[in-house]
Each structure stands twice: as structure tokens, then as C-alpha cells.
């Protein structure tokens, strides 16, 4: 079978072979159980719900498992992964967590560019795309079009072609009363709903600034192989190229921004401008990535966001979203407002992440749909737009990014395909210089 692979993949043997052969991978700490949700009627009459996973890494393998955290009528029986090992790896872990609610056989499971293709036509109700980010768009217009539901991570899309495409699909999601549910967790929070609900009802008054902050240290990289080519490496490192991850803005800073998008009910910034570089992490290694971002989202009404991240060792670290009032101040993550008005969260704490997926199969059983499309596609892009500024040095209003024509797609996908960016003759990949780099 040609599953796509080239040079550095499978090669000439097949997926099932392969998969066979591969060794069993050690199983960490079973992931947190979660909530049940109350028994509904499936639209479809059936008692069981099928999901395939598409992408099997870390977060794939959580998200199947908080899916299935919902009851044992909720089945895994497909999945795909560009990489083999990486498929097989999830497999056996979920098998141990989640026993026999993981009914995936050999022939559902596909490795390969395409394999997204085959968990879609496989039969399973619902998909979860937890690919790498780049391919979002992609994944998520395949399943709109074959009438899946959707549990779709973020950020879903790495540049302004692929943030326009998301907003289509979710759009044709709507008209076939398919559920699409966002991977911005933070909005399945108990504590984050209610705190959000009283700064909209006027606790903290007229929002004045917001601060959204997420300081950290470095994360993993993964060595590269003699048999891999440019390509695998790449994806096996995806997080240190912009074409595939969107920079740290996106794949990490969105879900802070996506607070602040929250709390300014989805209105998007009037323009932007920051600064961002490449200071501490800069072995040619780590691909072409920043590792600092800051930036000044301009709104109506003289209101702003300032915007500021990092990934650097050895530094002072902090993840939150501040709010000021004219009445007040209010920390979201921590659920508190002080002011005229002085309140904290004392509700139920609750797996946000489970609660994303029980709130998922709940829409589908009883028929009502949930569409998360416009703020988990305002919010990716409004982190693309603060990356813009940053390499650029410039200022760009929010219609200017939005309609930007920079499509960061390789030509072809193919392990011997070359990707967007490649590096020179001294080993180093190209990076974003602001005042050099421009705007497309």
C-alpha cells in the first residue's frame, strides 16, 4: 500500500507489517478521569459513538483519552499519524488506559500524508485533529465535508489563508448542524466561565487594558537522525518552524490571547504592532522560531493588550491574563476580581479538558450543535497577527493581516519533498529580521 511515506518512513513494508514489528512503548501515569455527562439520545439512534484520532502525539493520545472519559458507549476505532512509531506508541498507551474502549484493529490504523483521508472514511461519528498545526485547515474542511463532528485543537491554522479556510469550514459546519468543538480549554472552565461572565456583566466596569502573560522555559527536541531527511526532521521538530507551528504566538500565547479575545467579546484588535527575536535559543537546531514576543493590540474605545512571551531557561516565569477596569481588576486563571467589587470562585473545580469532549457528545446526542469556529479561528489569528508585527517591525491593522496572501504550504507532501524553508550552507534557517522582513 503507498501510504506516503518516502525516504526516513516506512518504506517499502507495509503499515500492517510495521506496526506489527514495532516495539511496545513504556506507559506513563494513567491521564485524569473526568465527569460522565447525562445519558442523552443520539440523533442517529446509535448507542455508540466512533472516534478517530488524526495526529497521535501527546495530545492526541490525552485528547482520545478525555473522549472517552466521557462513557463507555464513546469508542476509538481509527487512527493516523504521519509516523508509524509515533501511531503505535499512542495505541499502546491508550489500550493500557482505556482497555477495551480502544477498538482500533490493524486495518484502521494509517500511517501517511493521506491518512487523515482514511480515519474520515472509516466510519467513526466523531474526529479529533491533533495533528500538527500547519494542517489543521486541511483536516478540518476534510471532516466538514464528510459530515463529521469535530474536536479540533488549537491553534487551527499557521497563516491568514489557513485562518480564512477554517472560518469557511466552520461555516459549512453550521449548515449541516455539525459540532465543532475548540481545543481553547480554558472556555470549558467553570471557574474562567463564571469569571468572564460577571467582568461581562460590569464587576470590574469599562475595561480599560488587559495583560496577558506566558513566561517560560524551554521544551523538548528531538535529535536528528542520519536516515531522516529535511522534511521528517522537520515535522519530528515541527514546533521550531514557523510553517508548521505558526511560532510560539500561535502554538502556546493563544490560549492566553484567547482570554483576552474572550473578555473583549471577539472584537478584534484595530492594529498591532511589538517587537519579538531570537536572543538565547539560537543553535540552528531550533529551527527559525523566535523566543521572545511582544506586542500592543489597539482596540476601540483607546482599550489594549499588551502581549508578552517567552520561552527562555533560567528566567522568572508566569502564565496569566489581567484585566483592568474602571471599577476594578480582575485575574482570570485565578478566577478573582477586586475592586468595588471583591469576589473569588469557590464552584466546582472540574478536568477542563474533559469537559471540553463531555460538552462535544452531549451536543451530538441530543442534536443541538456547538460551533466554537469564530473565536477559535479570531483568537488563532490574532495571535498570527501579533507574529506579523514581530517579524515585520511594523504596525498592521486587523484587516490587513486578515487578508494577508502569505501561504506558508510546502508544494507537495512527501518525505523527500522539500519544505518551505530550508536551512543554508552554514546549517542555519532563515529568520524573520524586523525592518528586513516584510509583510506579504
Given amino acids: 500500500m503507498n501510504n506516503g511515506c518516502g525516504k526516513g518512513g516506512v518504506g517499502e513494508r507495509s503499515r500492517r507489517e510495521f506496526l506489527r514489528s514495532s516495539a511496545a512503548v513504556a506507559v506513563g501515569a494513567s491521564l485524569a478521569g473526568g465527569l460522565s455527562i447525562a445519558r442523552c439520545a443520539h440523533a442517529a439512534g446509535d448507542d455508540v459513538l466512533k472516534v478517530g484520532v488524526i495526529g497521535c502525539g501527546g495530545r492526541g493520545t490525552g485528547a482520545a483519552v478525555n473522549a472517552m472519559n466521557v462513557g463507555k458507549d464513546v469508542k476509538l476505532t481509527a487512527m493516523a499519524d504521519v509516523f508509524a512509531d509515533r501511531l503505535e506508541a499512542s495505541l499502546q498507551r491508550l489500550k493500557k488506559v482505556k482497555g477495551n474502549q480502544v477498538a482500533v484493529d490493524d486495518d484502521h490504523c494509517f500511517v501517511g500524508f493521506d491518512a487523515y483521508q482514511k480515519v474520515i472514511q472509516s466510519g467513526v461519528d466523531v474526529v479529533i485533529l491533533t495533528a500538527v498545526p500547519h494542517f489543521r485547515p486541511k483536516h478540518l474542511k476534510a471532516c466538514v465535508d464528510a459530515g463529521k463532528h469535530v474536536f479540533c485543537e488549537k491553534p487551527v491554522a499557521v497563516d491568514a489563508p489557513g485562518v480564512r479556510s477554517v472560518l469557511a469550514s466552520t461555516e459549512e459546519a453550521k449548515k449541516k448542524n ?3 468543538v475548540s481545543g481553547l480549554c480554558s472556555r470549558y472552565d467553570y471557574g474562567i466561565r463564571e469569571t468572564v461572565k460577571r467582568v461581562h456583566d460590569g464587576a470590574i466596569g469599562h475595561i480599560v ?162 460551533n466554537n469556529g469564530l473565536h477559535m479561528a479570531r483568537s488563532t489569528m490574532v495571535a498570527i497577527l501579533g507574529r506579523m508585527v514581530d517579524y515585520t517591525g511594523q504596525v498592521i491593522t486587523w484587516e490587513r493581516a486578515l487578508g494577508s496572501k502569505q501561504d506558508l504550504s510546502p508544494e507537495r507532501y512527501s518525505f523527500d519533498a522539500d519544505p518551505p524553508t530550508k536551512p543554508g550552507p552554514d546549517g542555519r534557517y532563515p529568520v524573520a529580521m524586523p525592518g528586513i522582513t516584510k509583510f506579504v
Fill in 178 to 180: 455539525l459540532s465543532i
Fill in 209 to 370: 487594558a488587559i495583560q496577558g502573560t506566558r513566561n517560560g522555559g524551554f521544551i523538548w527536541y528531538r535529535e536528528r537522525k542520519p536516515e531522516w531527511t529535511e522534511m521528517e526532521y522537520q515535522l519530528r521538530n515541527w514546533h521550531y518552524f514557523t510553517w508548521l507551528s505558526g511560532d510560539i504566538n500561535a502554538e502556546m500565547f493563544v490560549h492566553q490571547l484567547d482570554l483576552a479575545a474572550w473578555a473583549m467579546r471577539e472584537e478584534p484588535p484595530l492594529r498591532t504592532w511589538g517587537l519579538g527575536g531570537r536572543q538565547v535559543r539560537t543553535d540552528p537546531k531550533f529551527g527559525q522560531i523566535f523566543d521572545h514576543h511582544a506586542e500592543v493590540y489597539e482596540y476601540a474605545d483607546g482599550i489594549r493588550l499588551y502581549a508578552y512571551n517567552r520561552q527562555q531557561g533560567g528566567c522568572y516565569n508566569e502564565s496569566s491574563v489581567l484585566i483592568l477596569g474602571t471599577k476594578g481588576r480582575c485575574n482570570i486563571i485565578k478566577n478573582q476580581i477586586e475592586g468595588e467589587t471583591n469576589w473569588r470562585y469557590e464552584g466546582p473545580k472540574v478536568n477542563m479538558f474533559d469537559v471540553e469532549h463531555q460538552e462535544l457528545f452531549a451536543a451530538i446526542r441530543s442534536g443541538k450543535p456547538i
